[in-house]
Each structure stands twice: as structure tokens, then as C-alpha cells.
């Protein structure tokens, strides 16, 4: 089992860092509002699993415990992000690139 959300973690971790380069604003917020979605079927799967006999009960009440944190978490960033003015590298104007010149041999 801890491998299974070891790897649901770090996919996460993954399309956020992901969504945050190549989307707007907005469409950022709709993800994080997703994720709290997907966050909240976890959380029923953990009842499932508890009634199933797949987990035991202090198991079932730390991962509750650790996605409502999540979901508060995910509320306060999102109310965050609603608040500032960043639009998301979609929208940006384009800018200077940097490049790195090849050395000279």
C-alpha cells in the first residue's frame, strides 16, 4: 500500500509542476480544484478499504487525517492564487531568451 501512494505522490507532484509551466491562471485553478476532487474520492476509498478489511482503523484515520490536511491546503493555495495578479506563463508576453553559447575549442 505504501508503495501504491508513494507513486500516486509523486505523479502528482509531477502534473503539478507540469500544469504550473505550461498552463494558465485559471486553468492551474481548475486543476488544483480537480485535485481536491481526486483528493476526496481517496479519502472515500479509505472508508472502503477500512470496511473491505485492507487497512486497519489507526490506518484509515492517519490517511484521513493527512487528506484533510491536503484539502485544506489545497483550499488555502487556491484562495491564494485567486488573489494575485499572475497570470500563468501562457499569457505572458514573450521576453528575452538566454542562451548559453557553445565554447569556443
Not at 33 to 50: C, D, I, P, T
Not at 72 to 86: A, M, S
Amino acid at each position: 500500500m505504501k508503495w501504491g501512494w508513494s507513486t500516486i505522490w509523486n505523479s502528482f507532484r509531477f502534473q503539478v509542476s507540469k500544469f504550473q509551466v505550461e498552463s494558465s491562471h485559471k486553468e492551474f485553478i481548475n486543476f488544483l480544484y480537480m485535485a481536491k476532487g481526486s483528493n476526496g474520492e481517496v479519502r472515500s476509498q479509505a472508508y472502503v478499504a477500512l470496511d473491505l478489511g485492507y487497512i486497519s482503523q489507526a490506518e484509515c484515520d492517519d490517511l484521513i487525517r493527512r487528506c484533510e490536511t491536503l484539502s485544506r491546503r489545497l483550499y488555502n493555495f487556491i484562495e491564494y492564487l485567486k488573489r494575485t495578479p499572475f497570470e500563468g506563463p501562457k499569457l505572458r508576453e514573450p521576453g528575452p531568451v538566454w542562451y548559453l553559447n557553445e565554447p569556443e575549442t
